[in-house]
T-cell receptor, first 116, second 113 residues
Framework: GENVEQHPSTLSVQEGDSAVIKCTYSDSASNYFPWYKQELGKGPQLIIDIRSNVGEKKDQRIAVTLNKTAKHFSLHITETQPEDSAVYFCAASLKGGRGGSEKLVFGKGTKLTVNP | EPEVTQTPSHQVTQMGQEVILRCVPISNHLYFYWYRQILGQKVEFLVSFYNNEISEKSEIFDDQFSVERPDGSNFTLKIRSTKLEDSAMYFC???????????FGPGTRLTVL
């Protein structure tokens, strides 16, 4: 089955710097790659996603890139702010089951700390 | 903005007891999911549900687990006889038909003593 690896497990940056989190996936059939932000005590919140027919997507300070050949995708956060501090999870969607269940397979998460 | 809601936020139970975790998905969504997250670990898929039946389930989702959509709004996860290793955060998620995005609820923290 699909396996998603995520690095680094922790990342500490100064406010205003950029942060990059990288993920690799194993199943070339996966075609949807969301990123979630999880704050303490809350559920994962979708922040950006990308589909396999697109190489890059940007939303204000957040961007995601996808390299299908290498089977890796990355989250880029520019001009980081203290409120960006959270755990970030990447995921890959594997179509399967009746009705296209499209379960998400998650990476282990990256704890991002933005220091003021 | 519509949100997925879950109750209770925290459930404490004794080993061997039955628990029911409740979720109210976003109203026009058609696909429903349960995931769990053991403390400090990754979020793991448990089960997906569509058109009143299970679409897919993981190895974790054994005979002790069941899901139900008893009415037009609620989606429940039942654990018949809880084990210590069932202690985790349980997240409900939902998705509208024709789109990929899954929206997660705030979770229920289950503690089995």
């Amino acid at each position: 089955g699909e396996n998603v690896e995520q690095h680094p497990s922790t990342l500490s940056v100064q406010e205003g710097d950029s942060a990059v989190i990288k993920c690799t996936y194993s199943d070339s059939a996966s075609n949807y790659f969301p990123w979630y932000k999880q704050e303490l005590g809350k559920g994962p919140q979708l922040i950006i996603d990308i589909r396999s027919n697109v190489g890059e997507k940007k939303d204000q300070r957040i961007a995601v890139t996808l390299n299908k050949t290498a089977k890796h995708f990355s989250l880029h956060i520019t001009e980081t702010q203290p409120e960006d501090s959270a755990v970030y999870f990447c995921a890959a969607s594997l179509k399967g089951g009746r009705g296209g269940s499209e379960k998400l397979v998650f990476g282990k998460g990256t704890k991002l700390t933005v220091n003021p | 903005e519509p949100e997925v809601t879950q109750t209770p936020s925290h459930q404490v139970t004794q080993m061997g007891q039955e628990v029911i975790l409740r979720c109210v998905p976003i109203s026009n969504h058609l696909y429903f999911y349960w995931y769990r997250q053991i403390l400090g670990q990754k979020v793991e898929f448990l089960v997906s549900f569509y058109n009143n039946e299970i679409s897919e389930k993981s190895e974790i989702f054994d005979d002790q687990f069941s899901v139900e959509r008893p009415d037009g709004s609620n989606f429940t996860l039942k654990i018949r006889s809880t084990k210590l290793e069932d202690s985790a955060m349980y997240f409900c998620a939902s998705r509208v038909g024709g789109r990929d995005e899954q929206f997660f609820g705030p979770g229920t923290r289950l503690t089995v003593l």
